[in-house]
């Protein structure tokens, strides 16, 4: 039970841990197809001299290896396991040294780093403990000789202070000294993903592909200068299409449809399709562009999770890299608050109009453009959907997703509760006590509703807190009026919820749950609660197991608003 108690590389060496060297270089190409000198056999996990790629389906939880045909097609999906939805996975080429690609996998309850040698076949062999602590790490890129010691080495940005280091290959599937790469103050703290290209350009070094929050792409070099703020190579959030498409995800796949240039396929965030991508980076000018016009190679990629680490930033409404808590003031105006600079700085307003609103709630991306939104009911019943737009949320225009709702008498968001890619929204019918819910379309609207639990108007506050116990699915957390407890109901993924489990009591003076996913930065999700008799709002942090370890005080005195979401 939880307590309840208030630049350039090499720049600097910052810590080491030892470990045998090894040898790692690419394997032969042994179908005698021509593929790029770097990224030759990058993802070719069985052997056949071409290309594969690995996903994790979030319904399940299963790893799921697609063997490549050498020409952008791939065979059907073969499971190689299942508890691999509390995994982040990176493909980072031979670690091992024994010229088979291999499997990098972060488990984000414990936060250890585990190499999973490939068996050549398209399977895995037993892991190898890389690391311990990596929830203290935000993004992971690997893939590339970045260091020219004939090792796979490790990217990463920390989430102390935002900068990206440089961890390198031992050769044996663990890293050795760690190394400041980028000494720029906070200057990562504006990416949400970070993946290995490869080499694009011939130049012999690989390029990191950066994707920041305000949705827009930053290609620089690996070696040498790594500094993103220098960086010229930007593309949109098309990846250099000049259209409309937003990508959910993306990940590196090597030489995917045999041209001799390393690829990238992103998850269109909207449709769900999985599109292969090629694009260049030009040594000369420090500038990158697409080749040609994306391939649609997959349809039904929004239920699955590629192989490259994503920052969650659900809660995180004005792109500076951390979560932020959104109340509202007595005079109608809606604010976020959230830690910056190791103090809590205000948001601009977003205005009045929210006075009125009956409901004001996070919604997540529930548009698939990128960007966190608010749900917002007003006292007719209308409830509307208001995109963010990558600084705030509540930009016009609002999108009505439907009259009828003030038979809710709760309404939470911001989850995917069903595995499909798309967040969703769940409600409480007020009559009844009926569990509802909805699945998101995607557009900012939402689909037919299904029912997935009833008795619940015997809870008095409920918040969708996200994955608390890294299983891979959305939780939803509730407090019961007749004993004023906590409890914690696990999400299947399906958009139903397991059993009740208690996990608190004494929260009879507390109101204004809400979720603000990880605010304190150690890679579990947290929320927050205000107490009413005098405002005094706590911040519950996640142990990343269902529960919390710790209660501090946030804010002392929040007397002055009347909603916090």
């Known amino acids: 039970m939880a307590s309840a108690s208030a630049s350039v590389f090499g720049l600097a060496l910052l810590a080491a841990t030892g470990a045998p060297a090894g040898a790692s270089l690419t394997p032969d190409d042994t179908s005698g197809h021509p593929q790029a000198a770097d990224a030759a056999s990058l993802n070719d996990f069985n052997g056949d001299g071409f290309q594969d790629l690995m996903a994790v389906r979030e319904s399940d939880g299963n790893l799921l290896f697609y063997a490549g045909n050498g020409d952008a097609t791939f065979d059907a999906a073969v499971s190689r396991g299942a508890g691999w939805g509390r995994m982040d996975i990176v493909l980072p080429g031979d670690l091992t040294g024994d010229g088979i690609p291999d499997l990098l996998a972060r488990n984000n309850q414990t936060g250890t780093l585990y190499t999973y040698p490939g068996n050549g076949s398209g399977g895995l062999k037993a892991p190898i403990t890389a690391g311990t602590g990596w929830n203290s790490i935000s993004l992971i890129a690997s893939a590339g000789d970045f260091n020219a010691d004939g090792h796979s080495d ?27 790469a980028d000494d720029t103050y906070r200057g990562w703290d504006d990416a949400d993903t970070l993946i290995t290209v490869g080499d694009t350009d011939s130049w012999g070094r690989d390029e990191l592909l950066i994707r920041e929050t305000s949705g827009r792409y930053v290609m620089i070099s690996g070696g040498g200068s790594t500094q993103k703020q220098n960086a010229d190579s930007v593309l949109d959030g098309s990846l250099g299409q000049r259209t409309s498409t937003r990508y959910s995800q993306v990940a590196p796949v090597g030489d995917f449809d045999g041209d001799d240039v390393p690829d990238v396929v992103g998850i269109d965030s909207r449709t769900g399709e999985l599109e292969l991508h090629t694009v260049s980076f030009s040594e000369t000018d420090g500038t990158a562009r697409p080749l040609r016009t994306p391939v649609v190679i997959g349809r039904g990629w929004g239920k699955m999770r590629l192989a490259s680490t994503d920052t969650d930033r659900t809660y995180d409404y004005d792109g500076n890299g951390v979560s932020e808590v959104v109340y509202r003031q007595t005079d109608g105006s809606v604010w976020t608050q959230g830690p910056q600079h190791g103090s809590w700085w205000n948001s601009e307003p977003w205005g009045t109009g929210f006075k009125n609103m009956t409901l004001l709630e996070t919604a997540g991306d529930l548009t698939s453009d990128g960007f966190s939104d608010l749900l917002a009911r007003d006292s007719s019943g209308n409830l509307y959907a208001y995109p963010g737009n990558g600084t705030t949320a509540g930009a016009v225009p ?63 506050e409920l918040t969708s807190v996200g994955d608390l116990n890294h299983d891979g699915h959305a939780d939803v957390l509730a407090i019961r009026g007749s004993d004023n407890c906590l409890y914690f109901y696990g999400g299947r993924g399906t958009g139903t919820l397991k059993p009740a489990v208690q996990i608190g009591c004494g929260f009879s003076g507390i109101q204004n749950f809400a979720s603000v996913g990880d605010i304190n930065l150690d890679g579990h999700a947290d929320w927050v609660a205000r107490r009413s008799s005098d405002g005094r709002t706590y911040l519950y942090q996640g142990d990343g197991k269902g529960d919390y370890r710790s209660t501090s005080v946030l804010i002392d005195d929040w007397t002055w608003i009347n909603l916090i979401v």
Do not use: C, H
């Open 154 to 180: 490790l990217y990463a940005v920390r989430k102390a202070d935002w900068k990206l280091y440089l961890y390198q290959g031992n050769g044996n599937g663990t890293f050795g000294t760690r190394y400041l």
């Open 398 to 460: 609002r999108i009505l997703i439907g009259g009828g709702w003030n038979t809710m008498s709760a309404v939470v968001g911001g989850q995917d509760f069903n595995g499909d890619g798309r967040t969703d929204v769940v409600a409480r019918e007020k009559s009844t006590g009926y569990l509802y819910f909805y699945p998101g379309l995607g557009t900012g609207k939402v689909g037919s509703r299904v029912k997935v639990g009833i008795g619940w108007n015997a809870m008095r």
